[in-house]
């Protein structure tokens, strides 16, 4: 269970490995995008830091999260050492919030046990879009770099085993 008043955006730098040697891909839901945006860039900027090269980082738009699978699956094909899932599914009145979560959570998980290219779940699911904007680059920090820490850490782990 994740501890409410942590910072997603706290790390230790000697703890991660260099990311020069590896390839991104970040695939973006187009839904809620100051959310996704806000996410996309702390994710970007963390893999820079920790010294990926810019031409070294794929960006794809998918138009939501429930899309993230497929452009997800599509990634891996790109010779990338990990891949990045970023999405904002906000609960409402129906419960299409509840469908949605689980297909993402589920096919991204599927995903990551039957293709060897690591995904890395960063898709907020929130009661209001406060709390994603807290989570996405506010008072939270961003859960964009926690998610760019793992994929280092998931790539790293893919190059070794």
């Not at 490995?17 to 390839?23: E, Q, S, T």
């Not at 939501?64 to 599914?89: D, H, P, R, T, W």
Request: proline share 2%; net charge negative; charged share 20%.
């Amino acid at each position: 269970m994740a501890t409410v008043n942590k910072n997603l955006s706290d790390y230790d730098k000697a703890t991660i490995p260099n990311a020069n040697k590896f390839r991104f891909g970040i695939v973006v839901s187009e839904w809620n995008d100051t959310v996704t945006e806000g996410l996309y860039e702390g994710a970007y900027n963390t893999l820079v830091e920790n010294g990926a090269s810019p031409n070294n980082i794929i960006r794809w738009d998918v138009p939501g999260s429930f899309e993230l699978i497929y452009g997800c699956k599509k990634m891996q094909e790109q010779m990338v050492n990990a891949v990045i899932a970023i999405g904002s599914v906000i609960q409402g009145e129906t419960k299409h919030f509840d469908f949605v979560c689980e297909a993402v959570s589920q096919g991204i998980k599927d995903l990551n046990v039957t293709r060897e290219t690591p995904i890395i779940f960063c898709v907020l699911t929130d009661n209001n879009m406060q709390q994603a904007i807290e989570r996405s680059g506010g008072k939270h920090g961003n859960k964009g770099t926690e998610a760019a820490i793992a994929a280092i850490k998931m790539a790293e782990l893919r190059k070794n085993s």
